[in-house]
């Protein structure tokens, strides 16, 4: 964006995931909560006014009522077994199947001094990213971090994010370690807090050290397992593929959550628009929370949220029609994350428990549970995206649905499971189906899958099929090959993926 941004008047926008990623070291911060009125909008005399703290217990922020202690946080490197939150292992593997062996060269921004964690608030001690090595010097940069909310006496609010890039190494004497800083806006009088900023390019950082982002070699597969605190629950939205997942409690304050899944390729919908072009008051009308220049010569963009409730798709139905349908650019992307929202269903607010997972490479997404329609058995689930690539290729999409089995049966709102299910997607009044799949269960999930839909915005159609016995699902298991690669299937109905053959029916 800062390479084709207009001298002068413009506005722009891009999509981005785990945009907070890009502070490269935790910091906290404080200040007054702002009436809002009923259009989202607040005087200027109410803006936030942020100063920094040093920790969670600073005497000079004290949590009271009216006022917000906002922090972004690193998770670190597991360092014993009473953490709160950190990351407990980290594995990278072969298209073969086998596990690469990994060394942690170290948590970026080694020089800096870690936030320590707070026991009575329930907050995780914050860190750095951290980097591992494998045996041909390859390098893996790995986030996993906690926008963490308090407020008066309330328990503390998380949105977990967590993402694996593979970078390249090398050293540029001219780079320092970040700082957190605290400025006060020259138009306003008003405080804020920020880092201070890396070189350009560079994904993260350390003393004299630049870690880039680079296009893997091969197709790795990535299993990251987390350790988080149990507030941390609801429904994790992800940017991956093929996945699958675990989470185990570890005692009363912490649980352990494991992906493992392949990248996918992620369309960034965002791009520039000149001035003149848009609506008067459009962009006091889309972020009415105001504080942005409102000059006409200057040029300046906003980044969006791609997956936080529907927030995301508002931002891109508004900016659309003069981004055109064309991706900005494309990555290969592997993350995932809950949400500051919780469930619309009733029956899975359950404190400290993940009610299911929604994976896309949409670049928009709607991260919030799908839609129950009890009447035809069926979830609904919103997607977003350029029609084409910045190439001018179509984009194609793909789609995971996962639940534990409790959440199903809490939505089906029968004791047992249905047979099966029909995955459709929707344009409009236009409905293609997809593929009916069987119900595949592993470690206590159910997994649905779509693949192959184009975008613009379509609408993805979950629906189970309540003929058929209700009882267990009988499921068989058969292995398919592709030249040396082995891949174990087992559904109700398996089929070897495209390119691979069966070679043992069991």
Same mark, same amino acid.
Request: charge should be positive; hydrophobic fraction near 35%; include cysteine.
């Given at each position: 964006m800062e390479l084709s941004k207009p001298s002068t008047g413009a506005?722009?926008?891009?999509?981005?995931?785990?945009?907070?990623?890009?502070?490269?070291?935790?910091y906290i911060r $404080?200040?007054?909560?702002?009436?809002?009125?009923?259009? =989202?909008?607040?005087?200027?005399?109410? $803006?936030?006014?942020?100063?920094?703290?040093?920790?969670?217990?600073?005497l000079e922020c004290p949590v009271k009522n009216g006022y917000q202690l906002e922090g972004r946080l690193f998770l670190g490197t597991c360092l014993n077994s009473a953490e709160l939150g950190c990351i407990d292992s980290f594995s990278v593997f072969e298209t073969s199947g086998s596990a690469k062996k990994l060394t942690l060269v170290n948590k970026t921004f080694g020089s800096s001094l870690d936030i320590r964690e707070d026991v009575k608030s329930g907050v995780p001690r914050s860190s750095s990213a951290s980097v591992y090595q494998d045996s041909e010097e390859n390098y893996f940069l790995v986030r996993a971090g906690l926008f963490v909310i308090v407020s008066g006496t309330n328990d503390p609010i998380y949105k977990f994010d967590a993402d694996i890039t593979p970078v390249?190494?090398?050293?540029?004497?001219?780079?320092?370690?970040?700082?957190v800083e605290s400025y006060n806006d020259p138009r306003t009088g008003l405080g804020n807090v920020y880092v201070t900023s890396s070189k350009q390019g560079c994904l993260s950082t350390d003393l004299g050290i630049c870690y880039q982002a680079k296009l893997p070699e091969r197709d790795f597969r990535?299993?990251?397992?987390?350790?988080?605190?149990?507030?941390?629950?609801?429904?994790?939205?992800?940017?991956?593929?093929?996945?699958?997942?675990?989470?185990?409690?570890?005692?009363?304050?912490?649980q352990l959550i494991t992906v493992t899944a392949k990248p996918v390729t992620l369309p960034i919908a965002g791009?520039?628009?000149?001035?003149?072009?848009?609506?008067?008051?459009?962009?006091?009308?889309?972020?009415?929370?105001?504080?942005?220049?409102?000059?006409?010569?200057?040029?300046?963009?906003?980044?969006?949220?791609?997956s936080q409730g529907d927030r995301g798709l508002e931002e891109y139905a508004a900016w659309s029609p003069y981004l055109k349908e064309k991706a900005l650019t494309t990555v290969s992307n592997w993350s995932f994350g809950t949400n500051l929202s919780s469930s619309d269903q009733s029956c899975l607010k359950v404190s400290g428990e993940i009610s299911g997972f929604v994976a896309s490479n949409a670049s928009v997404y709607s991260s919030k549970p799908p839609q129950w329609d009890a009447a035809t058995s069926s979830l609904t689930y919103k997607?977003?995206?350029?029609?084409?690539?910045?190439?001018?290729?179509?984009?194609l999409g793909t789609y995971t649905l996962a639940m534990p089995l409790t959440s199903?049966?809490?939505? $089906? =709102?029968?004791?047992?499971?249905?047979?099966?299910?029909?995955?459709?997607?929707?344009?409009?009044?236009?409905?293609?189906?997809?593929?009916?799949?069987?119900?595949?269960?592993?470690?206590?999930?159910?997994?649905?899958?779509?693949?192959?839909?184009? $975008?613009?915005?379509?609408?993805?159609v979950v629906k189970f099929d309540k003929s058929g016995s209700k009882g267990a699902i009988a499921t068989k298991t058969i292995w398919c090959s592709k030249g040396a690669t082995k891949r174990k299937v087992t559904a109700?109905?398996?089929?070897?993926?495209?390119?691979?053959?069966k070679i043992v029916n069991t």
């Open positions: 506005r722009g926008l891009v999509f981005v995931e785990n945009a907070a990623s890009v502070s490269s070291i935790g $404080y200040s007054h909560i702002p009436n809002f009125k009923s259009d =989202g909008s607040i005087e200027p005399s109410q $803006y936030w006014n942020w100063k920094k703290c040093t920790s969670w217990s600073d390249s190494k090398t050293l540029d004497s001219t780079i320092s370690v970040p700082t990535y299993s990251l397992s987390v350790r988080v605190p149990r507030t941390v629950s609801g429904w994790l939205r992800g940017r991956v593929a093929d996945a699958s997942f675990n989470v185990r409690v570890i005692n009363v304050k912490s791009g520039w628009v000149n001035y003149s072009e848009l609506p008067a008051g459009f962009i006091e009308k889309v972020w009415p929370s105001g504080g942005y220049d409102p000059d006409p010569s200057s040029s300046y963009y906003l980044v969006a949220d791609p997607v977003a995206a350029p029609h084409y690539d910045e190439s001018g290729n179509q984009n199903i049966k809490c939505l $089906y =709102g029968q004791s047992n499971l249905p047979p099966s299910a029909t995955v459709s997607i929707a344009y409009g009044n236009e409905v293609k189906t997809v593929a009916t799949v069987s119900l595949k269960s592993e470690s206590g999930w159910i997994f649905f899958s779509a693949n192959g839909f184009h $975008y613009s915005n379509p609408t993805i109700a109905k398996p089929v070897c993926p495209k390119g691979f053959k």
